[in-house]
């Protein structure tokens, strides 16, 4: 699934997030690629649901998620949280394609 965000991830939008990931993956939906190159920026009640939904997919369900789009700073405060423990980091969608190991 590829989850695309754009504008400013706060709270309300890192909700939206985790409801699309949690009712995905209840679903059968295991593997999630998240777009955040139109994302502004966000703020840390949204990294703190990004990295819990990070959490849920990986060790619950046994999933995977590649997040690009992430310029300089996106990606040294994602890092701080310790979302890329969990979660792949991939510089375009071609590469996250890669990673996930989907064919064109």
Known sequence: M???QHGYFNKETGEEFSAI???SLKN???RFIT???GCSAINSPAAALLLDACLKIVEDYHGE???FGLNSLKKSFL???GI???ASYAASF???RQIMGIAD
């Open 2 to 4: 590829l989850i695309r």
């Open 21 to 23: 990931v949690t009712n």
């Open 28 to 30: 059968g939906t295991r």
């Open 35 to 37: 777009d955040l190159k």
């Open 65 to 67: 998620i590649v997040i």
């Open 79 to 81: 890092e701080m949280t």
């Open 84 to 86: 890329f423990e969990f």
């Open 94 to 96: 071609e590469e996250a």
